[in-house]
């Protein structure tokens, strides 16, 4: 579109002002409500889907007319609702199901800590510190519904990750895959399956890894993997080929991120890499989508970083940083070799 064509700025800015907090809020209820489910097992009216979750006809069909106009859902000529792509994404259970994402990010308690966020911006302190008074893990720890509404959401979002790094690094000769921070083992469950004869271990806090070897079995890769629970600030498991961390270090600062790192580097051989998975992100004016999930991880005390701040990082930490590689996705692998 050229600039005579696009709207005016006024237009544009409201746009930007209102429709995302109305698209999520709109995705949020139908998540909740199971909307897409229903509508997968073939057209349903409006009437048909309020009498099945308990909801008024009329409210119900004015949010999926509202989403039907940004492609969630289509109305056909008879005024059912049919799937689209996108609304397939609401469903639960099927590979890239983002429906606990949509239930995460509309959820009230997450809103709430929002609410901390020029709180953050005028004084440095975390968000989500000053609105909950305990840190992001500690919070979790005490609110595991709440954590397991945003595990879901991220094991959900981490599907087609875990595809674009099987595309783009080549795992073949790494013997053992010590997977840092891997909650329920769907990266290295991922790799796994990509790479017969590789042997992996999974590492993450007890709690975390309970249910991982369900989801390790059922990839059929459990009888190459070992399930550790641990802190990795305090240490990580010993004897691995390539540590790989996705969507960890983000979450903290510079300082707590450097020690995990070198918690790494003390249980890492000479000829072990290191491999973070992160944006490493554009520098000037360029469109990142990272740019504005670090807005995300300023709520929560971590941050994106360029990768030339990863590099810093490596060198405090005892690395090189040899590789950034892309992926088909807005991830890279960024490659790191001890010193």
Known sequence: ??????????????????????????????????????????????????????????????????????????????????????????????????????????????????????????????????????????YFMQHPDRFKEFDGAMTGFSGVEAQAVVAAYDFSDAGTVVDVGGGQGLLLATILRATPGLSGVLYDLPPVVEGARKRLA????????????????????????????KNIIHDFDDTQAIMILQRCRRAMGPEARLLLVQEA??????????????????????????????RALYSAAGFDLTRVISTPSPLHVIEGVPV
């Not at 520098?283 to 991880?297: E, F, I, R, Y």
């Open 1 to 138: 579109m050229s600039t005579a064509e696009m709207p005016p700025p006024p237009v544009v800015m409201t746009q930007m002002l209102w429709n995302g907090i109305w698209i999520t809020k709109a995705l949020f209820v139908v998540a909740k409500l199971g909307i897409a489910d229903l509508v997968a097992a073939g057209p349903q009216t409006t009437e048909a889907l309020a009498e099945a979750t308990g909801t008024h006809a009329p409210s119900l069909g004015r949010v999926l007319r509202a989403l039907a106009c940004v492609e969630v859902f289509a109305q056909d000529d008879a005024g059912r609702w049919n799937m689209t792509p996108l609304a397939a994404t609401l469903q639960s259970d099927v590979p890239g199901s983002l429906r606990a994402m949509a239930l995460l990010t509309g959820a009230q308690w997450h809103w709430d800590i929002w609410g901390s966020f020029l709180h953050g911006v005028e004084t440095g302190e975390t968000p989500w510190q000053h609105a909950s008074q305990m840190s992001l893990f500690e």
């Open 218 to 245: 059922d990839a059929e890769v459990l009888h190459r993997c070992q399930v550790v629970g641990g802190d990795f600030f305090e240490a990580v498991p010993p004897g691995g080929d390539a540590y790989i961390l």
């Open 281 to 310: 992100l554009p520098t000037g004016n360029v469109p990142s989508a990272g740019k504005l999930l670090d807005l995300q991880m300023f709520l929560i005390g971590g941050r994106e970083r360029t990768e030339a701040e990863y």
